[in-house]
């Protein structure tokens, strides 16, 4: 998450990792207000959609997960063993939590970056990623801003996870290949086919 936090009742304390070395760990959750972490079930989906287009392999891959939050879905991605996971946080809180979870959990490969997901995202130049996460806080159109900002950043072929309060259409040389609901959470994923 970044930025702005939305109050919301019964946010979990804790989520567990589903799948991979790391399976049934639990990630404790900072108690900011409207932190909302990516459900279980929601997860399961995304991730079974993922490994079915990259038959299960993450070894060479490399993970940005922009507005971190809980990092459930960059530790998610870190467990199944890719082979980086860059996390993005600007709240101190939740930046200490993420900070402690890798550090317990020995995540070499994960790196944390505190700042602005904007700022980060501007400043990042020869890096490239194959999986991008984006689960901004609701009631902004922060999607909309960093869309302009993934093709420098992402490979030919990689993958755009995205979490909303409503569906998003996006241009080619996004590709739409899965969606799903959950409650008032749209989540999708997208293709990126360089021209």
């Given at each position: 998450?970044n930025?702005?936090?939305?109050?919301?009742s019964?946010?979990?304390?804790?989520?567990?990792?589903?799948?991979?070395h790391l399976?049934?760990t639990?990630?404790?959750?900072?108690?900011?207000p409207?932190l909302?972490?990516?459900?279980d079930?929601?997860?399961e989906?995304?991730f079974?959609w993922?490994?079915?287009?990259?038959?299960?392999?993450?070894?060479?891959k490399s993970?940005?997960?922009l507005?971190?939050?809980?990092?459930?879905?960059?530790?998610?991605?870190?467990?199944?063993?890719?082979?980086?996971?860059?996390?993005?946080?600007?709240?101190?809180?939740?930046?200490?939590?993420?900070?402690?979870?890798?550090?317990k959990?020995?995540?070499?490969?994960v790196?944390?970056?505190?700042?602005d997901?904007?700022?980060?995202?501007?400043?990042?130049?020869?890096s490239?990623?194959?999986?991008?996460?984006?689960?901004?806080?609701f009631?902004?159109d922060?999607i909309?801003?960093?869309?302009?900002?993934?093709?420098?950043?992402?490979?030919?072929?990689s993958?755009?996870y995205?979490?909303?309060e409503?569906?998003i259409?996006?241009?080619?040389p996004?590709?739409?290949?899965?969606?799903?609901k959950?409650?008032?959470?749209?989540?999708?994923?997208?293709q990126?086919?360089?021209?």
């Amino acid at each position: 998450m970044n930025t702005t936090y939305k109050k919301t009742s019964g946010t979990p304390h804790k989520v567990r990792i589903i799948g991979g070395h790391l399976k049934r760990t639990i990630l404790p959750v900072a108690d900011v207000p409207g932190l909302r972490p990516t459900p279980d079930r929601v997860r399961e989906t995304v991730f079974n959609w993922i490994n079915h287009l990259w038959d299960s392999d993450y070894s060479n891959k490399s993970v940005l997960d922009l507005f971190a939050g809980t990092g459930a879905l960059g530790f998610e991605a870190a467990s199944r063993g890719a082979k980086h996971v860059q996390m993005v946080e600007n709240n101190p809180q939740a930046m200490l939590n993420l900070r402690q979870i890798r550090d317990k959990l020995n995540l070499q490969q994960v790196r944390i970056n505190n700042g602005d997901a904007m700022l980060v995202l501007k400043r990042m130049d020869a890096s490239r990623f194959d999986l991008v996460f984006l689960d901004p806080p609701f009631q902004k159109d922060l999607i909309q801003e960093v869309l302009p900002y993934l093709p420098q950043i992402l490979k030919p072929g990689s993958l755009l996870y995205t979490e909303s309060e409503k569906k998003i259409t996006l241009s080619p040389p996004f590709k739409l290949m899965k969606e799903g609901k959950a409650g008032a959470v749209f989540f999708q994923l997208h293709q990126f086919n360089e021209v």
